[in-house]
Every structure is written in C-alpha cells, then in structure tokens.
T-cell receptor, first 111, second 113 residues
Framework: GQQLNQSPQSMFIQEGEDVSMNCTSSSIFNTWLWYKQDPGEGPVLLIA???AGELTSNGRLTAQFGITRKDSFLNISASIPSDVGIYFC???????????WGAGTKLIIKP | NAGVTQTPKFQVLKTGQSMTLQCAQD?????MYWYRQDPGMGLRLIYYSASEGTTDKGEVPNGYNVSRLNKREFSLRLESAAPSQTSVYFCASTKRGDADTQYFGPGTRLTVL
C-alpha cells in the first residue's frame, strides 16, 4: 500500500534555529498536507499543498510540494518554544476520505 | 463550540473486556473518522463515515466496530479487547467538500492488560 516516509524522526534544536523536515513516497500524491500535534492533543492542519512545485507559507512555516509529486518539505524559521510537538505529513489514500500519514517528526527545543 | 469531544480520556481494560469510545462533534460536519496512534507509526485509519448512515473500513478495522448514531455522533466499539489494541484513539471530523482539514478530538488513551 501507499506509505509516507518522514524524516528525521526527531530533532533537538536551539531556540531561534531554522528547522527542515521532509516526507517522501514511492508513489505519486496529488495533495500534501502538514499537520502539527501538540502534546496531549489531536493534530491540527498547518498547510495544504495541491500543485506540484507549489510553495506555501503560514507565518514562519513554509512548505513545498515536490516537482516529482513524491515528496514534500516543511521549513520552520526562527523556532520558538511553542513550536515543540510532532509534525506529520499526510496525503490522500485510496479515496478522498482516507489520509495516509507519515510517522511524524518530533521537534524538541533545547533549553 | 466544543468542536470534537471524546469520552473517556483514559481507560484501562482487561483482555476480553468490551467497551465503547464515544465521539461527538458540534460543527455540523458530514464526515467522521476513527484513528489509532501508536509510537513511531503515525495515525492509522480504523473506520470512517463519509456521511450519516454510511460507514467504511479503513486501514486497520479488525477487532473494531463503529456506529454512526446520527450526524453528530460516531462511536467505536471494542468487543473483546486485546493487548494489541493498547493505543491512543482519535476521532476526527470534516465538513463536506474539505476532507483535507480534519478536526481532531483530544484523544482517548486506552491500555489493555
């Protein structure tokens, strides 16, 4: 079945640093989504991408839909303490109702 | 608006016991979903309901049943709990025409001994 490989699994960074994470697939996705999960809560949608090559920003977050349609990247600039959490990529599965999820990238900010 | 609510927040079961996880949304959304989240595995879809009156299997439906009681409520039942069902369970909903923006509840942490 379709799978999304997300890397890195976790990141330890200093406040103020920029962060990059990515998601790859062996098959083509028509939509790439980036969600964030705060500790003890459900995920929340950050950015949605619908076209190959698309670059979209949401505040300090920027995401790109890869040209091959098999990958996507999320960058966070100038990280702050509230950025901690788990970031998930997701894309549509067999139907529009089914999302396939990456395993997540856990962001930890060093004190 | 409470959004998506789930009960209970925590539950411990013994192997073989049954229980029902409750989910309700007050956003008038058409579609609802049940996921499980296990460490290092992301979210996996158990069942979903595209609209009131319909339910469909997701990626990992074995050992679970669901009921879409009405437009607001979607419950998940474990008939005979197994340790492999220890997980965090999330309910989500989406409005018609926007399956990408899933609104999640706070989750139920289930342990099966």
């Amino acid at each position: 079945g379709q799978q999304l490989n997300q890397s890195p699994q976790s990141m330890f960074i200093q406040e103020g640093e920029d962060v990059s994470m990515n998601c790859t697939s062996s098959s083509i996705f028509n939509t790439w989504l980036w969600y964030k999960q705060d500790p003890g809560e459900g995920p929340v949608l950050l950015i949605a991408l619908y076209k190959a090559g698309e670059l979209t920003s949401n505040g300090r977050l920027t995401a790109q839909f890869g040209i091959t349609r098999k990958d996507s990247f999320l960058n966070i600039s100038a990280s702050i303490p509230s950025d901690v959490g788990i970031y998930f990529c997701a894309g549509h599965g067999r139907s529009n109702y089914q999302l396939i999820w990456g395993a997540g990238t856990k962001l930890i900010i060093k004190p | 608006n409470a959004g998506v609510t789930q009960t209970p927040k925590f539950q411990v079961l013994k192997t073989g016991q049954s229980m029902t996880l409750q989910c309700a949304q007050d956003m008038n959304h058409n579609s609802m979903y049940w996921y499980r989240q296990d460490p290092g595995m992301g979210l996996r879809l158990i069942y979903y309901s595209a609209s009131e009156g319909t339910t469909d299997k997701g990626e990992v439906p074995n050992g679970y049943n669901v009921s879409r009681l009405n437009k607001r409520e979607f419950s998940l039942r474990l008939e005979s709990a197994a340790p492999s069902q220890t997980s965090v369970y999330f309910c989500a909903s989406t409005k018609r025409g926007d399956a990408d923006t899933q609104y999640f509840g706070p989750g139920t942490r289930l342990t099966v001994l």
